[in-house]
């Protein structure tokens, strides 16, 4: 019996086809003492839980702060802290305890939770943005169009599609053939150090890759920054200098936020697309970018934004124990 065309492609794409079992986690390339920069890291787990964990204590358990704009903000706290635990545990686990073999399927998952909490921390903060643009450019308008109920459907939506996304990015990984090395220079299984080392076309992975830094890095970043400007003009309309600057004090948080967790992570993403980055450069840049903003977003929202400053303080005197004369 002899078989078809079809059937002799197929046969020969099954011999030729290769999933293996596990990938090598590299990290750093002949750093000595390297191991100190991943207790750092540890450290800086413990203070984004404690930071996190803190901040959406406080808005849960006080009642002035169960607000539309405050569920936006518990939503960046709840994914800084399940990024961060996605990743940091796993790189400690990896390098302190030298478990550099991960398997196949352990890494697209891996994989797969990384990337998702760093997306949704981007739509989060340009919800952050719109609802700043809102306040101060409808300030009449906003508690009709930043409702509870409007704000739960776009996290809905947030969190929907990207899953949705992500499912779809990791999926291509896993229709990619890896018949060489499988040493993966990265400290966690990257996106594109993985499908780099496949050895059929990867077109597919770096067309998704870029969809991917346009949809969450680019365009979020370029929408906030349309909003400041919008908020640039309505606050010069404003006669008054001190109602001005008050207005402006309740956007600093927001900028910051967007400073510290855009800038790096769209620098480190376009270099590594358009050059050759070295991968203990490409290592440092990518840790801090997305584990550094998670333990800022807490301290930052805590300390420079009155109302929930406010909200500790009532907290604090509420818990500490009235002294009996």
């Known amino acids: 019996m002899t078989m078809s065309t079809d059937d002799k492609t197929f046969s020969s794409f099954n011999e030729t086809f290769v999933r293996p079992a596990a990938f090598y986690i590299n990290g750093f390339t002949n750093i ?16 984004t ?39 940091i545990p796993k790189v400690l686990d990896t390098f302190l305890f030298d478990r550099r073999y991960i398997v196949y399927e352990a890494c697209l998952s891996y994989m797969f939770f990384v990337y998702l909490f760093a997306c949704l921390q981007s739509i989060t903060l340009l919800m952050m943005g719109f609802d700043r643009f809102v306040a101060i450019c409808f300030p009449l308008s906003y508690h009709q169009i930043v409702t509870k109920a409007a704000v739960a459907v776009m996290l809905l939506c947030v969190w929907g599609s990207s899953l949705s996304f992500l499912v779809v990015v990791v999926g291509l990984i896993d229709r990619l053939s890896f018949c060489g090395s499988l040493v993966v220079k990265s400290f966690f299984c990257d996106h594109g150090p993985v499908y780099k080392l496949a050895c059929n076309d990867t077109s597919l992975n770096y067309i998704i890759g870029t969809v991917a830094l346009t949809l969450f890095d680019c365009m979020p970043l370029l929408l906030i920054a349309m909003t400041y400007v919008c908020i640039s ?72 934004t009155e109302e929930v400053m406010k909200s500790i303080k009532k907290l604090w005197k509420n818990i500490r124990p009235h002294n009996r004369t």
């Open 233 to 304: 003009v309505a606050l010069s309309r404003i006669a008054s200098g001190a109602e001005r600057l008050k207005a402006l004090k309740t956007c600093t948080s927001h900028v910051i936020l967007v400073a510290v967790f855009f800038l790096p992570l769209l620098g480190t993403n376009i270099a590594v697309m358009t050059s050759s980055l070295h991968p203990n450069t490409r290592i440092i840049n990518s840790t801090l970018t997305h584990t550094i903003p998670a333990l800022l977003n807490p301290i930052i929202y805590s300390l420079k």
């Open 49 to 87: 839980v404690v930071g996190n964990g803190f901040l959406m204590s406080v808005i849960y358990l006080v009642k002035t702060l169960h607000s539309a704009k405050y569920m936006i903000v518990f939503s960046l706290a709840l994914t800084d802290l399940c990024g961060s635990t996605a990743l």
């Open 32 to 47: 000595p003492h390297a191991q100190y920069y991943y207790v750092f890291l540890c450290f800086v787990y413990i203070m």
